[in-house]
Nanobody
Framework: QKQLVESGGGLVQPGGSLRLSCAVSGFTLDSYAIGWFRQAPGKEREGVLC????????NYADSVKGRFTLSRDNAKNTVYLQMNSLKPEDTAVYYC???????????????WGQGTQVTVSS
């Protein structure tokens, strides 16, 4: 059974940083791509970043370029989303999703975590 569990969300002031984790089980990170998505209140879910099974990166959102980065630890089966210089507009529930390839559209990613709330506010 493929499972994904996000953690690391919370309340942070503008300009601050957070690191989200996506711990996976039931598969390995060298066989599936892991994408990060977010959904703000009243908005559609959108793609943020993705790391492919071979370790390549895909940026889905211009708004996070230069601020958000991805990394992974294959031994821990965990992908990390490092978020720096956070802005109020980054406030959302953040989800990780797994599929064979990086897929921008949330609707075609097969496996999802439960999400973790990130709130950027002073």
């Amino acid at each position: 059974q493929k499972q994904l569990v996000e953690s690391g969300g919370g309340l942070v002031q503008p300009g601050g940083s957070l690191r989200l984790s996506c711990a996976v089980s039931g598969f390995t990170l060298d066989s599936y791509a892991i994408g990060w998505f977010r959904q703000a209140p009243g908005k559609e879910r959108e793609g943020v970043l993705c790391i492919s099974s071979s370790g390549g990166f895909v940026n889905y959102a211009d708004s996070v370029k230069g601020r958000f980065t991805l990394s992974r630890d294959n031994a821990k089966n965990t992908v990390y989303l490092q978020m720096n210089s956070l802005k109020p507009e980054d406030t959302a529930v953040y989800y990780c999703a797994a599929d064979l390839y990086c897929r921008r559209s949330p609707s075609i990613n097969h496996y999802w975590g439960q999400g973790t709330q990130v709130t950027v506010s002073s």
